[in-house]
């Protein structure tokens, strides 16, 4: 006999979200479901996970026995928005082996497919230049959505004639840069110059290009969010982690933050909480994880020591 899920949500597709239901078994806390997944709102845990399927509707014959789907959605992620065409190889359709003669002839058509795919130069560097997002994307570790992100600002940029004269790599990780400083992914200038192709100086070049031409809405980052990622990097214990993001916090509401670089300030945190709790951490490791120099982490530290008394 099939048994009901106890934790079983109605879902609201116009609005993606649902809720609230039956307590949380671990702590009691109070369950929301988001996007389809179900969890507490107090300890995180998940209670359901299951993602709501949008890719489009699907195509019934009247027996109701196939299955089909109209195809994959629209993407800002190729080129060609995933509408491109692909010509196979050894089998048809159905799996059925092709004769050598077909083969041939699909080889033939393959080549000529090949040489038209690109419609233009511009569509050949929007090419070129998704390929890169997706690899950089790949590289630091970013969802699907960033990427989908990038690339719909990769070809507002080109939209706008910004990249005549200058790198497509550089565009493509500016792009990346610019949807982490957007978002809530946490990535660093020098994060994304490792994975790209390009240098530093024309990745910053492009980035100003692409704020200054498209007002990109990119908020102050605060020193807080890059505590975690430093955290784990120079393997801190929890409670001085939160002892670092409190200290960010206070120093972000006291205004002391403002103006330097966040990452370096998250440094200077993270060593002011080592040593309250009595934690051994090299200074020019946690330098080179939030890609300052010493000296940076040095003068914030010594702003925080010397400042922190007046924050309460």
């Given at each position: 006999?099939?048994?009901?899920?106890?934790?079983?949500?109605?879902?609201?597709?116009?609005?993606?979200?649902?809720?609230?239901?039956?307590?949380?078994?671990?702590?009691?806390?109070?369950?929301?479901?988001?996007?389809?997944?179900?969890?507490?709102?107090?300890?995180?845990?998940?209670i359901e996970a299951c993602r709501v399927d949008r890719r489009g509707p699907r195509t019934f014959n009247e027996d109701e026995t196939s299955r089909e789907r109209t195809g994959a959605p629209i993407t800002q992620a190729r080129h060609d928005r995933g509408l491109s065409t692909e010509i196979g190889y050894k089998t048809d359709g159905k799996g059925n082996s092709l004769s050598g003669e077909k083969r041939r002839q699909l080889g033939r058509l393959r080549r000529e497919h090949t040489?038209?795919?690109?419609?233009?130069?511009?569509?050949?560097?929007?090419g070129h230049g998704c390929t890169e997002i997706a690899r950089i994307v790949g590289a630091l570790d970013l969802e699907r959505d960033?990427?989908?992100?990038?690339?719909?600002?990769?070809?507002?940029?080109?939209?706008?004639?910004?990249?005549?004269?200058?790198?497509?790599?550089?565009?493509?990780?500016a792009t990346v840069y610019a949807v982490c400083r957007c978002s809530d992914a946490t990535r660093t200038l020098g994060e994304v110059v490792s994975v790209a192709q390009c240098a530093r100086e024309k990745i910053t070049n492009a980035y100003d290009v692409l704020n200054d031409e498209l007002g990109l809405p990119a908020p102050p980052q605060r020193p807080r969010e890059f505590i975690p990622g430093l955290a784990s990097a120079v393997d801190v214990p929890p409670e001085t982690e939160r002892h670092a993001r409190s200290l960010a916090e206070q120093a972000w509401t006291a205004e002391v933050s403002i103006g330097v670089h966040p990452g370096g300030f998250a440094a200077s945190c993270l060593e002011v909480a080592c040593r309250d709790h009595e934690v051994e951490i090299i200074q020019q490791k946690l330098a080179n994880e939030a890609d300052v120099s010493p000296v940076t982490v040095r003068t914030h530290r010594d702003t925080i020591e010397a400042t922190r008394g007046e924050w309460s």
């Open positions: 006999m099939a048994t009901s899920n106890p934790y079983e949500r109605d879902f609201d597709e116009q609005h993606e979200n649902s809720i609230p239901a039956e307590d949380c078994p671990e702590c009691e806390g109070q369950l929301t479901t988001d996007g389809g997944e179900t969890r507490c709102t107090d300890c995180g845990l998940i040489r038209a795919k690109w419609q233009s130069k511009a569509e050949r560097n929007l960033h990427r989908e992100q990038a690339s719909k600002l990769f070809r507002s940029a080109q939209s706008a004639d910004l990249l005549p004269g200058r790198s497509i790599e550089a565009f493509a990780a």
